[in-house]
């Protein structure tokens, strides 16, 4: 009875700390992924220029570097098998790197668009190439480490939820914040907190 009894709680039950991992960085992650995701083209067209090809670029190599990152970041934390430091310490990264957008040139004049395209376009794969390592590489590889065939779908179903939180929040709590009447320093506020996230959480 002893025996069965331990076995059961292993295969079944996670720990509190092992839930607060999977829920905390599974929002914080969906959080940051929203901001890529919807509001770096918004900030494209809204700041630096409503050209097409300048958000076209921006999706485009976003999209490369971060399936790149995610097949090399997998292989790097597979042979290193420090899957939570590159969770950790990539949340950490992946804020700053988002909260660097408040730093760009806003409006820029004529003949300055190019240039502020091309930094946009490439923080926004250097943010890509970070979140995919923490996120999607490894936070994703760690949730199937921990988990198995008798709790998997329970935390799946879970995840599968969490990106309605994150936009909830971003879109409830920020959004005004980044709309077509939105200053320059209410878009530098909004990068910064959203930068915040995932630091603090990592």
Known sequence: ???MSDKSKKVGALSARTWTSILLFGLIGQIAWVVENMYFSRFMQNEITKAPYATTLLVAFSAIFATLATLIGGALSDRTGKRKVFI?????VWGFTIAA???VPMQPSADKVLPMVILVVAMDCIMSVIG???NDASYNTWITDVTNTANRARVDTILAVIPLFAMAIVFGGFDSM????ATVES???FFI???IMPTVGG
């Open 101 to 103: 957008f408040s730093l």
């Open 187 to 189: 878009w530098q506020k």
């Open 193 to 195: 907190i959203m930068g």
């Open 88 to 92: 950790c310490w990539g949340y950490v």
């Open 1 to 3: 009875v002893f025996f």
């Open 178 to 181: 980044t709309n077509s009447s």
């Open 132 to 134: 995919s390592i923490s």
